[in-house]
């Protein structure tokens, strides 16, 4: 099940996300299972200050940024992660 949900998510990010683009992931399961063999493995703390981005282990040249788990959607820290991703993107 696992391999056909990864190969779902390859075939959204390939028809859907160009280069300029980027991957948003607010689980650890979701950034593990797109992340590219080079991207940093996930750490919580990196993930909550919005230090965590790699590449998309489809198409190398799609960033990847994993954000807060959804539990601090509406935390400050948050909400400043995804300002951040919103300017880099």
Do not use: W
């Amino acid at each position: 099940m696992r391999e056909c949900e990864r190969y779902r998510v390859e075939k959204v990010i390939d028809n859907f996300v160009s280069p300029s683009g980027a991957v948003l992931a607010f689980q650890k399961d979701a950034y593990l299972g797109v992340k590219s063999t080079g991207s940093p493995n996930y750490v919580f703390a990196l993930a909550k200050q919005g230090k965590l981005l790699g590449s998309c282990q489809c198409n190398d040249e799609i960033r990847l940024f994993c954000c807060p788990p959804t539990r601090l959607i509406q935390a400050r820290e948050t909400i400043e992660v995804l300002m951040l991703f919103k300017q880099i993107i």
